[in-house]
C-alpha cells in the first residue's frame, strides 16, 4: 500500500501544479488593474504650458475682440458693487491688437467703481501730496469697497502699484491712495480715448481697455 502511494504522489503532484498554472493564466495582468482611486490617463487633465499659472489667459483676448462689445467715449463710466468689500489680489497692464488693458483682480466680488476723464493736477489721497502721471491724456478710477487693505490691516496684493509700460496708448497707471476701503487710481494716455469695460467672474475682474 505505501509502494502504490508513492507511485502516485508524483502525478498527484503534476496535476496540482498544472491546475495552478491554468488557473494564473485565466487572472488578469497586473498591468492592467488601477491603483484604488486613480483617473485614468486618457481622462486625466493636463496642464498647458502656454498657460501658466497666474497668467490672464482666461480673460477674452484680441481674438475675440469682436464679442467684447464697442467702445465708449462718453464718460463717466460707472457700476454698482456685487460684495461690500472687495480685496485686489492682482493689478495687470498688457497691449493688444487694437487697445491696451487694465485688469484689477479681487478675492471675491467686485466694487463700486467709476471711471472719468481727469485733469492735473493731481494729489495722493489722503496726504494730498502732489501727484505726477505721465500723459497727455487722464482717466481717473475710483473703486468704493476696492482695496488691498484688509479690515485687519493686512495687505491682499502687495505689487506694482506705479506702471510705466510704455503701450500703445497707456503711458502710466499709478495708485492715488488706498484709505478707509476706497482705492483711486489714474491712467495718463498718450492722447484722448474711448473706453471699453468688463466684469468677469472666476476670479472676479475689472477690466479697462483703451482703444488705440
Known sequence: MKTADARRLPLLVTVALTATLLLAACQPGASSVSPTGSTSPSTQPTASASSPAGSSSSEPTASAA???????????????????????TDVRVAGHDGYDRIVFEFAAGLPEYSIASATPPFTRDPSGLP????????????MQGGT???????L????????????????????????????????GLSGTSCIRVLTLSNPSRLVIDIEH
Open 131 to 142: 501727484l505726477a502721471v505721465a500723459g497727455s491724456a487722464f482717466l481717473s478710477l475710483v
Open 156 to 187: 491682499t496684493y502687495s505689487g506694482p502699484t506705479d506702471f510705466s509700460p510704455a503701450l500703445t496708448t497707456v503711458s502710466q497707471l499709478v495708485e492715488a491712495g488706498d484709505f478707509e476701503a476706497v482705492s483711486s487710481w489714474y491712467v
Open 66 to 88: 469682436e464679442s467684447l462689445g464697442p467702445f465708449t467715449c462718453s464718460l463717466p463710466v460707472a457700476g454698482t458693487a456685487t460684495i461690500d468689500r472687495a480685496q485686489i
Open 148 to 154: 488691498a487693505v484688509t479690515p485687519e490691516g493686512t
